[in-house]
């Protein structure tokens, strides 16, 4: 399956306090921001930790969105994967993603981006077996 997984680390987060520690902050941030972006959120869960960050999946139609707040370190974490099965979803992810580093305001950006399903382009992989 062709797609794109994004991982990004945000780290030096200035903004989005709330989200940070605030469970329904963070869940609202990342089910908003996939809607506002045209992916389809088909489920969520998020988990708050006493005294700490939140942990949380948005399940997608198109695949996932993953997202962990660490507050003690003022840093995110994410994975985002969309597929491009029934067409291009890279600019509905990039839009996810800029959503999420607007409102955290990270000093720095590290990420990845990992084409997915064009492996057969390079070389064809067999099973193990």
């Known amino acids: ?21 605030d469970r329904e902050a963070l869940r609202a941030l990342c089910v908003t921001s996939v809607a506002r972006a045209g992916l389809t959120a088909v489920g969520d869960v998020f988990h708050q930790f006493a005294g700490g ?10 695949s996932h969105l993953a997202i962990h707040t660490w507050p003690e370190l003022a840093a995110v974490t994410l994975d985002l994967y969309v597929c491009n ?42 099973p193990a077996g």
């Open 1 to 21: 399956m062709e797609g794109i997984h994004v991982l990004a680390t945000l780290r030096g987060c200035r903004g989005g306090r709330r989200e940070l520690v």
């Open 53 to 62: 960050g939140v942990t949380g999946c948005v399940v997608l139609a198109e």
């Open 85 to 126: 099965f029934s067409g291009d979803n890279s600019a509905r992810a990039e839009r996810v993603l800029e959503d999420i580093v607007r409102v955290f305001a990270p000093e720095a950006v590290e990420r990845r981006d990992v084409p997915r399903g064009r492996i057969a382009a390079a070389g064809t992989l067999s």
